[in-house]
């Protein structure tokens, strides 16, 4: 089946820092990328849609310069975090979308981000 | 606006017991249902999906749902649970015609005890 990166697997930064985090689509392009939040032992929020060549599209509530999503690539989506805050701590989980159009994603394997 | 339940926060099991989960949605359009299983510190692997036809699925490691349209219902269910079935499970629905962004369920912690 299809394969999805995430890198870092694991972040610790310092407040006021911009962390990046790279989501890949290992063995198909993906036109359309998801980046989700999860906070502990809770269900997956999405922040944004990802298209290839545009801006992405936030959900209501996700400040958009605060989460910076680039999809330069049909393989690349990148969501960098910046002026990173302790509350921004949480589980960033990535997906990309079957290009064959069966309506799956693929999940990236998530990135632990801990904001001191 | 789409939303989806799953009433069971958890659910503890026995081994070889049997086990359902339960999903319902809401929906204005027609949706396509997933069912994910996420092991701690690891991203979501789709266990099964409903896109249309016949409304039972099987998928992956013996679980099969089934689609309920009236009910507006995709309950997971598996016949016999293994100790490494233990895991939290995400129901989710994404709507016909959109870029595939799914709406997720709060998820079921399935724990299964010797």
């Known amino acids: 089946g299809a394969v999805v990166s995430q890198h870092p697997s694991r972040v610790i930064c310092k407040s006021g820092t911009s962390v990046k985090i790279e989501c890949r689509s290992l063995?198909?392009?993906?036109?359309?990328m998801f980046w989700y939040r999860q906070f502990p032992k809770q269900s997956l929020m999405l922040m944004a849609t990802?298209?290839?060549?545009?801006?992405?599209?936030?959900e209501q509530g996700v400040e958009k310069d605060k989460f910076l999503i680039n999809h330069a690539s049909l393989t690349l989506s990148t969501l960098t975090v910046t002026s990173a805050h302790p509350e921004d701590s949480s589980f960033y989980i990535c997906?990309?979308?079957?290009?064959?159009?069966?309506?799956?994603?693929?999940f990236g394997p998530g990135t632990r981000l801990l904001v001191l | 606006a789409q939303s989806v339940t799953q009433l069971d926060s958890q659910v503890p099991v026995f081994e070889e017991a049997p086990v359902e989960l339960r999903c319902n949605y809401s929906?204005?359009?027609?949706?396509?249902l997933f069912w994910y299983v996420q092991y701690p510190n690891q991203g979501l692997q789709l266990l099964l999906k409903y896109l249309s036809g016949s409304t039972l699925v099987k998928g992956i490691n013996g679980f099969e749902a089934e689609f309920n349209k009236s009910q507006t219902s995709f309950h997971l269910r598996k016949p016999s649970v293994h100790i490494s079935d233990t895991a939290e499970y995400f129901c989710?629905?994404?709507?016909?015609?959109?870029?595939?962004?799914?709406?997720f369920g709060k998820g079921t912690k399935l724990s299964v005890k010797p």
């Open positions: 929906s204005s359009v027609s949706v396509y």
């Open positions: 997906s990309a979308r079957d290009p064959s159009g069966k309506e799956t994603q693929y």
């Open positions: 989710a629905v994404s709507e016909w015609g959109s870029q595939g962004n799914l709406i």
């Open positions: 990802s298209n290839e060549g545009s801006k992405a599209t936030y």
């Open positions: 063995d198909f392009q993906a036109t359309t």
